[in-house]
């Protein structure tokens, strides 16, 4: 791949070392939290992480309330755009 690619937890994780010496987690649930845990230890991120807090939400019955959408075919509806270096 040609451009910069990163996750959302690891920016995330890079921000907040930035504006601080520590940083905390918030996560939906405490095993969600272990798996964010674990994906900082992953990226070297761990040594700054003073902790992990789930504010134990369960949001499984509120996505089966969303309504449905249609689904589109992106292939017919993509751009491609030059990489300009």
């Known amino acids: 791949m040609d451009i910069p690619v990163t996750a959302t937890l690891e920016s995330a994780a890079l921000v907040a070392h930035m504006m601080g010496s520590t940083y905390s987690l918030v996560t939906v649930d405490y095993q969600n939290g272990k798996i964010q ?16 807090r789930p504010f134990d939400m369960d949001a499984k019955d509120d996505y089966l309330k969303l309504p449905k959408y249609k689904t589109y075919d992106l292939k017919a509806r993509v751009q491609r755009v030059p990489y300009i270096q």
């Open 37 to 52: 845990e674990s994906l900082v230890r992953t990226c070297s991120l761990h040594e700054h992480l003073s902790s992990q």
